[in-house]
């Protein structure tokens, strides 16, 4: 267990629909990171949070944003939602701002857009 | 521009034989470099990391990686495969002194034959 909870664990919708991925970091870790692990793009960085401020983009939608809250939790909102999209969205924190420290991965939320 | 490249996309090997995962990876800066593995509907776990000290870095349950600069390549072995080492490994680098961004490699499936 790496002390990185994501909720929920699945998520079935459909296209055009919009969704929120919720992540709560390890206690003490200040930056939150998330990532698509689709089966044709492989392992993606979307976006990274400091302290409640955006500190890096990845490959990330324009439908796609995040933001992270003064707990220091993090949502992910997905809106006019492909079937493309359907992929494994993983959370990750770690302790600092910037490398190169080693991020802990949470158990990711399944989403199937139908 | 930071990349991994992981040779091979699947390894089968019997237990009790070693293991070798190849990676060679890319990057602009000087790098840190991980391994981390995802058995099936887990999160993802980091095995070892490479952050400039010593060049054999030795991980979790028996793994270590080599970092050769001058072959750009940081394999991930282990002496003997246990059948619980089946799984997905990544080869990850990230650009030391920039954003803490990780750069996944296509991963590669492991298969541990009785």
């Known amino acids: 267990d790496s002390g990185v909870t994501q909720t929920p664990k699945h998520l079935i919708t459909a296209t055009g629909q919009r969704v929120t991925l919720r992540c709560s970091p390890r206690?003490?870790?200040?930056?939150v990171y998330w990532y698509q692990q689709s089966l044709d793009q492989g392992l993606q960085f979307l976006i990274q949070y400091y302290n409640g401020e955006e500190r890096a983009k990845g490959n990330i939608l324009e439908r796609f944003s995040a933001q992270q809250f003064p707990d220091l939790h993090s949502e992910l909102n997905l809106s006019s939602l492909e079937l493309g999209d359907s992929a494994l969205y993983f959370c990750?924190?770690?302790?600092?701002?910037?490398?190169?420290?080693?991020?802990?991965f949470g158990p990711g939320t399944r989403l199937t857009v139908t | 521009a930071q990349s991994v490249t992981q040779l091979d996309s699947h390894v089968s090997v019997s237990e009790g034989t070693p293991v070798l995962l190849r990676c060679n990876y890319s990057?602009?800066?000087?790098?840190?470099l991980f391994w981390y593995v995802q058995h099936p509907n887990k999160g993802l776990q980091l095995l070892l990391k490479y952050t400039s000290a010593a060049t054999l870095v030795k991980g979790i349950n028996g793994f270590e990686a080599e970092f050769k600069k001058s072959e750009t390549s940081f394999h991930l072995t282990k002496p003997s495969a246990h059948m619980s080492d089946a799984a997905e490994y990544f080869c990850?680098?990230?650009?030391?002194?920039?954003?803490?961004?990780?750069?996944f490699g296509t991963g590669t499936r492991l298969t541990v034959i009785p």
């Open positions: 990750a924190s770690s302790r600092e701002r910037q490398g190169p420290y080693e991020q802990y």
């Open positions: 206690s003490g870790d200040l930056s």
């Open positions: 990850v680098v990230s650009p030391r002194g920039g954003a803490n961004n990780l750069f």
């Open positions: 990057s602009s800066y000087s790098p840190s």
